[in-house]
């Protein structure tokens, strides 16, 4: 089933462009693979028999993780190509949807949902009071929400942002086997990463800023020491009131 998306939705080209890439190379780099996961994954616990949404795929690396822990997986995407490689990915083992985190999940069940996992994918939302609420409703009671995003300060010493308070749309450029990319999405100070959380009835349990393995110093010495001086990702673990 296919989704409309929702006009303030970003960056949807880009991952249209990307999508290929993101099947084929991202799982083995070493910012996603040696320091993103490893974080993401110690926040999790036993995922065996529960309910989890995968809330913005990609191209299914954590997908296919929780199928294989035994998780009873939902995954979706706003971008119908990294649906169609996640489907490629995980063989059609679970629901693969594409749908838009700016629109209500409508074809989830209020409070059927035990996990929701999103990775490095709620920068690319502007209002996150309503990603949130729609979080608390699918949840169940002592539900869990685990994610990733970029760390604030990491955005704001990058891009030069004149003042720290604003939330700020970003434009950006990647490198990718394909060449270049340009990739928009929005930088928030901190307040406004813990603020929505809050304010719809969850209750952080957990904050991580990581440290890459030391498998990535060995790999990219002089990136590790940046990561290890410089956040780049930040990690929040809530549950459900």
């Not at 080209?13 to 996603?32: L, T, W």
Request: net charge positive; glycine share 2%.
């Amino acid at each position: 089933m296919c989704t409309a998306i929702n006009k303030k939705s970003i960056s949807y080209d880009s991952y249209d462009k990307m999508a290929k890439y993101y099947y084929e190379v991202v799982d083995k780099k070493p910012f996603n693979a040696l320091y993103e996961r490893p974080a993401l994954l110690s926040l999790l616990p036993d995922v065996k028999g529960k309910v989890v949404l995968d809330a913005g795929c990609a191209a299914g690396w954590y997908t296919k993780w929780l199928l294989d822990n035994g998780a009873k997986t939902i995954a979706i995407d706003f971008n119908k190509k990294m649906v169609d490689f996640t489907n490629r990915r995980v063989e059609s083992q679970c629901l693969v949807q594409q749908a838009d985190l700016n629109n209500p999940l409508d074809f989830l069940a209020d409070e059927s949902i035990d996990i929701i996992i999103s990775s490095l994918t709620l920068h690319y939302i502007e209002n996150w009071d309503f990603v949130f609420n729609q979080f608390y409703r699918k949840l169940k009671k002592n539900g869990i929400v685990v994610f990733s995003t970029h760390h604030p300060f990491m955005d704001f010493h990058m891009f030069n942002i004149e003042n720290y308070f604003n939330t700020t749309l970003i434009h950006d450029e990647w490198e990718t086997n394909n060449g270049k990319v340009k990739v928009d999405f929005f930088r928030r100070p901190l307040q406004d990463i813990i603020n929505p959380v809050l304010n719809n009835n969850f209750e952080i349990i957990k904050l991580l800023e990581p440290f890459p393995t030391k498998e990535f110093e060995k790999i990219q010495p002089k990136t590790y020491k940046r990561l290890c001086n410089n956040p780049h990702f930040l990690f929040i673990k809530a549950v459900k009131k």
